[in-house]
DNA sequence: TAGATTGTTAATCGATTAACAATC
DNA sequence: TAGATTGTTAATCGATTAACAATC
């Protein structure tokens, strides 16, 4: 296994993964064949086979994967197993949706603390999880090792927010605010704008 | 312009439009080189203007491009010159968000309603825009002609919330709950996992 | 003119698909 | 055995990149 994954392929895994995930608990005690993913989702079924083949060993024909077999093997490629803790800058109602949500540890994630500039809001708590001032954003993330930022922040804070995490350490951002922001060499960001997502699918699909 | 656009091409249009509205605005009036934006987003320059070329025509030899008519035109193609109606299912921090934000409007979207099952948030108003009762959905997208939907429901009633849009016209649902949602052929489905998304940035990126 | 930039044609590269042998 | 499925090797397809002529 961890043959050659390609990006491509490494991007059609978690469409894998999550459609496996949508299965019946009966069907997720079962077989699944990459043909049936195929047809399920409208893919080459080749592709499939070649793509399940580069992150699990455990194919058999006439029987195809051990459905659990297979979840847990592409959860391995994806870092499920590994723990992560992560930031969250902007306590609006979408960061407080980041911290109310309890399903990022399935996938290895711990959201450890959110961040605001609101005097109101530092010092709650939100589900179990407190809410610090920015200022503090560096020193926490260097005493806790944190290396993951989600930024929530209204658009014209989010540069600054995004240079001080690069400041604090943190190497990958997942930007929610509707710019596009520059991180300096060494830290990834994905900027995801939702009304260009929005665009793309209506515009572009069909 | 509109020749033929790949759909790699399609993929990268965002990029450079969200790139181009973070320029600051004296550079904004001024004009930008395909090889500039290739240097900036770390791309290959030729690439670039092959992608520029499908939607412009503006390009000039030692001047480029116009920035606001490079992004108008890219705006074209991408539809922010159309108007769609949009409505958001579920009521929570994450469809509150939606509502409360105006940043879809530059890109030719409008959010008209907002639906929840609970009686609680039903008849409120959040921005100026309603809140109905899920079981108008249908009605609601049927009279006003409403094709495309976001779902922001918890996981357990996500694709009872997708049949029923389908079922209402819907042809387009971008959705935030973190389950895979199935939907009848001539439906696309733009599965928004959250978690996913992190896991190919911070595991598969460094 | 020289230099920067464009757009296009041809070459390379990589990913998808087709064909097929292997296996349970 | 026949049939379903796997994995692999070869062919096709499409996208990226390199080379270059055109232009301001």
Redesign the interface.
């Known amino acids: 296994m961890d043959k050659n994954i390609t990006?491509q392929t490494?991007?059609r895994l978690?469409?894998y993964?999550?459609?496996l995930?949508?299965l019946s608990d009966d069907r997720k005690k079962g077989n699944i064949s990459a043909t049936a993913i195929a047809e399920?989702l409208g893919l080459n079924d080749v592709q499939v086979r070649k793509d399940l083949a580069s992150v699990s060993s455990g194919g058999r024909p006439k029987v195809g994967y051990i459905t659990a077999e297979l979840m847990s093997d592409i959860g391995r490629v994806?870092?499920?197993d590994?723990r992560?803790g992560?930031v969250v800058a902007g306590m609006?109602?979408?960061g407080?949706?980041?911290l109310?949500y309890n399903?990022?540890q399935?996938?290895?994630?711990d959201i450890v603390c959110g961040f605001d500039c609101n005097s109101d809001r530092v010092g709650s708590n939100i589900n179990g999880r407190p809410v610090r001032h920015i200022d503090e954003l560096e020193s926490f993330c260097r005493e806790n090792d944190i290396?993951?930022g989600?930024i929530t922040v209204p658009?014209g804070a989010a540069q600054e927010v995004c240079d001080r995490m690069a400041e604090a350490g943190i190497?990958?951002i997942?930007n929610f605010a509707?710019?596009?922001?520059?991180a300096p060499k060494g830290v990834?960001v994905?900027?995801?704008?939702?009304?260009?997502?929005?665009?793309?699918?209506?515009?572009?699909?069909?």
Chains 1, 2 share one sequence.
């Open positions: 990006s490494l991007s978690p469409v993964f999550s459609y995930a949508s399920a994806l870092g499920f590994n992560d992560v609006g109602n979408f407080r949706a980041m109310e399903g990022f399935a996938y290895g994630f290396h993951i989600i658009e190497r990958f997942l509707a710019v596009h922001l520059n990834a994905h900027n995801e704008n939702i009304s260009l997502t929005l665009a793309m699918l209506a515009r572009c699909t069909g």
